[in-house]
Nanobody, 123 residues
Framework: QVQLVESGGGLVQAGGSLRLSCAAS????????MGWFRQAPGREREFVGA????????YYADTVKGRFTISRDNAKNTVYLQMNSLKPEDTAVYYC????????????????WGQGTQVTVAS
């Protein structure tokens, strides 16, 4: 069993940065790929990016590639989403999730989800 808790969301001006954290409980964290998803009002949940269980590979949606960076610290059971050059269209609730599969691009591949954290980018 893995429990996930996101933090770090908030309000930021366009062009600014935020770093989200996702703290995981459970000893199996280190064997799971960790992904980030987001959902804006009236839209479906979309994949943002993910990091392999070993931390040696990351993969991103085209919409965030070059602006967002995912990292993980397995010693702290924590995964991070560094978001730079934020745009108003990045406004959404951001979720972290854990998948036993690699690579894991789709939400159906993830077994565990956090409660989400709101990110709002003002223009």
């Amino acid at each position: 069993q893995v429990q996930l808790v996101e933090s770090g969301g908030g309000l930021v001006q366009a062009g600014g940065s935020l770093r989200l954290s996702c703290a995981a409980s459970g000893r199996i964290f280190r064997s799971y790929d960790m992904g980030w998803f987001r959902q804006a009002p009236g839209r479906e949940r979309e994949f943002v990016g993910a990091i392999r269980w070993s931390g040696d590979n990351t993969y991103y949606a085209d919409t965030v590639k070059g602006r967002f960076t995912i990292s993980r610290d397995n010693a702290k059971n924590t995964v991070y989403l560094q978001m730079n050059s934020l745009k108003p269209e990045d406004t959404a609730v951001y979720y972290c999730a854990a998948s036993p599969l690699t690579p894991a691009w789709g939400s159906s591949q993830y077994d565990y989800w956090g409660q989400g954290t709101q990110v709002t980018v003002a223009s």
